[in-house]
């Protein structure tokens, strides 16, 4: 397994601002081809703006609050599940290895956390210019929270996630390198996000994450 191999041999331990591996190579290669072709809407093109959050499935945050005229809410974001694993079947394996047990307990085992129980939800994520994301710290429910980078177009590796100590200074950002990525699990101090950054084309990734709610994909504990 392509993860697994990783997990034991391309993977860095970070302390600072908050405990962290950055991980090289975890996807194949027409893995990482499906997150390039996966067709994600541009939010101008449905008339919406970026907001800091990754919420706009619901509209832009006035529409979200009960303004008509804040914007539509249009399908923006990408989960792969059975009802599309057609679409992705090198992504949908790369789920299979994630509820794998050797996978899930290694990664388990490096971050601290029991993850017999839960539930791997993964996102195709695509980003274009004036997408930023203000610093925060993921819900409870996330008990692992991982982006993968995939950088087709030759982007900036400043693209990557901007990382922030509890006074919300910035201390670093992870490369945006092809097939390269970090996870961790949530803290009250593992602050991240991303500035606005000047995006050229694209900013592609998929985000994975063990959860504690139900998805159709249980880890085979």
Same mark, same amino acid.
């Given at each position: 397994?392509?993860?697994?191999?990783?997990?034991?041999?391309?993977?860095?331990?970070?302390?600072?601002?908050?405990?962290?591996?950055?991980?090289?190579?975890?996807?194949?290669?027409?893995?990482?081809?499906?997150?390039?072709?996966?067709?994600?809407?541009?939010?101008?093109?449905?008339?919406?703006?970026?907001?800091?959050?990754?919420?706009?499935? !619901?509209?832009?945050?006035?529409?979200?609050?009960?303004?008509?005229?804040?914007?539509?809410?249009?399908?923006?974001?990408?989960?792969?599940?059975?009802?599309?694993?057609?679409?992705?079947?090198?992504?949908?394996?790369?789920?299979?290895?994630?509820?794998?047990?050797?996978?899930?307990?290694?990664?388990?085992?490096?971050?601290?956390?029991?993850?017999?129980?839960?539930?791997?939800?993964? &996102?195709?994520?695509?980003?274009?210019? !004036?997408? /930023?994301?203000?610093?925060?710290?993921?819900?409870? &429910?996330?008990?692992?929270?991982?982006?993968?980078?995939?950088?087709?177009?030759?982007?900036?590796?400043?693209?990557?996630?901007?990382?922030?100590?509890?006074?919300?200074?910035?201390?670093?950002?992870?490369?945006?390198?092809?097939?390269? !990525?970090?996870?961790?699990?949530?803290?009250?101090?593992? /602050?991240?996000?991303?500035?606005?950054?000047?995006?050229?084309?694209?900013?592609?990734?998929?985000?994975?994450?063990?959860?504690?709610?139900?998805?159709?994909?249980?880890?085979?504990?």
């Amino acid at each position: 397994m392509e993860l697994f191999k990783s997990l034991e041999n391309k993977i860095k331990l970070f302390k600072t601002p908050f405990e962290h591996f950055e991980i090289n190579d975890p996807l194949k290669e027409q893995a990482i081809r499906e997150i390039c072709e996966a067709d994600i809407p541009d939010p101008k093109e449905e008339k919406l703006n970026y907001d800091g959050t990754r919420a706009l499935d !619901g509209g832009e945050g006035a529409y979200r609050s009960g303004i008509k005229d804040g914007g539509k809410a249009k399908k923006i974001r990408c989960y792969v599940t059975k009802d599309n694993s057609n679409q992705f079947p090198h992504l949908t394996n790369f789920i299979e290895e994630l509820r794998s047990k050797e996978v899930c307990g290694k990664i388990g085992s490096l971050i601290g956390k029991d993850l017999s129980n839960s539930f791997v939800r993964l &996102e195709v994520i695509c980003d274009r210019e !004036g997408f /930023w994301l203000k610093p925060h710290c993921d819900i409870k &429910e996330k008990l692992m929270s991982s982006i993968v980078f995939v950088n087709p177009h030759e982007e900036s590796e400043n693209l990557g996630t901007d990382f922030y100590d509890e006074k919300l200074n910035k201390v670093k950002t992870v490369p945006y390198k092809n097939n390269y !990525g970090y996870f961790f699990t949530s803290g009250p101090n593992t /602050w991240h996000g991303m500035e606005k950054k000047e995006i050229k084309k694209e900013r592609r990734c998929i985000q994975i994450n063990y959860v504690s709610f139900q998805t159709d994909g249980k880890v085979n504990s």
